[in-house]
């Protein structure tokens, strides 16, 4: 936006001072409590929107909402999930009811809604919100450059949690002879995981290597015959795009947005949520049929040609000029 003559500016919380941009960023310490980093929040955000022409939020909806409106500045949100079924299985309370009604006061008020997939939109307009005002803008892919020669075993790359069912990657894999797994990313189930991987005997051929920078996971991707997300349930990762824009195929769960980017057959393949047996029989088959895998691959990077970053974020200006 920067690069197309707007002046732009950030709000967020931090734990530490963010580090130097090319614009301003205003931050609220996450180590408040959280009743008075909420009101800081909301706080900055009036303070910051009574000098911009438009809010583009793509998180701390309600805190958003709240400081935009307050400052009788028009907001545009982007969904990257259900905040209210996200936000209850964090935490037991406020009830999942009261995060419900919480999330449709601030969508429906919102001058605009970005979605990543048509899947989240038809959710979005399930709440209430008008058809006219939910727009799919796909995350775009990364500008990168060619893929490695010697592509070998599966990666993944993501936050180790409950909803990306790691598990089920590993069972499956414990049921492939030979093909190994590098894993990047932290989360609550990181040690669960990795004691999950000793009982099922795939000692060295699965590596917990922590959390990687943007950069470090598309050369791990660029690296990886395949990329794995066995989900149960999900939006529209942009892992896939990043891995599909090195050209590197998926193997993933079909769940969510996860179909509207992997095409079964054609750049990657897909099983349902929970499948053991189909996602290690996808394993397999990958592996073992070397012109399945080379036809895979040659469609990856074309197959996300229409997520080019200038076609999307010339969009997304569009979008929040229509909202001013």
């Known amino acids: 936006l920067r690069g197309r003559g707007h002046r732009v500016e950030v709000v967020t919380t931090a734990k530490a001072p963010p ?52 400052a009788r500045t028009p907001y545009v949100v982007k969904l990257t999930s259900d905040p209210a079924f996200e936000r209850a299985r964090r935490r037991r309370l406020p009830p999942e009811w009261l995060l419900r009604r919480a999330r449709d006061l601030e969508v429906l008020r919102a001058a605009h809604v970005v979605c990543p997939s048509a899947w989240l939109r038809e959710v979005a307009i399930s709440w209430g919100v008008p058809p006219e005002r939910v727009t799919v803008l796909p995350n775009p892919a990364p500008a990168v450059d060619g893929r490695a020669t010697e592509a070998r075993g599966l990666a993944f790359a993501g936050r180790l949690t409950a909803q990306k069912s790691l598990g089920v990657a590993l069972e499956a894999l414990s049921r492939v002879d030979g093909v190994e797994l590098v894993v990047a990313g932290e989360g609550p189930e990181r040690a669960s995981l990795e004691q999950r991987a000793g009982e099922l ?39 896939v795009v990043e891995s599909l824009a090195v050209g590197t195929p998926v193997l993933a769960t079909r769940t969510g947005g996860v179909a509207e980017v992997v095409e079964d057959g054609r750049n990657g393949l897909l099983v349902d949520p929970g499948d053991v047996d189909g996602l290690a029989a996808a394993i397999r088959r990958y592996f073992e049929d070397e012109q399945l895998r080379e036809r895979l691959r040659a469609a990856a990077v074309p197959s ?21």
Not at 304 to 324: D, H, K, Q, S
């Open 19 to 70: 580090a130097t941009e090319a614009f301003p960023v205003h931050w609220v310490s996450r180590w408040l409590p959280k009743g008075l980093l909420h009101a800081r929040a909301a706080a900055l955000v009036r303070k910051r929107a009574a000098h911009a022409d438009v809010v583009y939020t793509t998180g701390m909806f309600g805190r958003s909402a709240v400081g935009a409106l307050a």
């Open 201 to 239: 005997g795939l000692g060295t051929r699965v590596r917990f290597v922590g959390p990687k920078r943007r950069e470090e996971v598309l050369d791990l991707f660029r690296a990886a015959a395949a990329t794995i997300l066995s989900s149960s349930w999900e939006n529209f990762p942009h892992t």
């Open 304 to 324: 996300v040609a229409e997520y080019a970053p200038e076609r999307v974020f010339g969009r997304l200006e569009t979008i929040l000029l229509e909202a001013i």
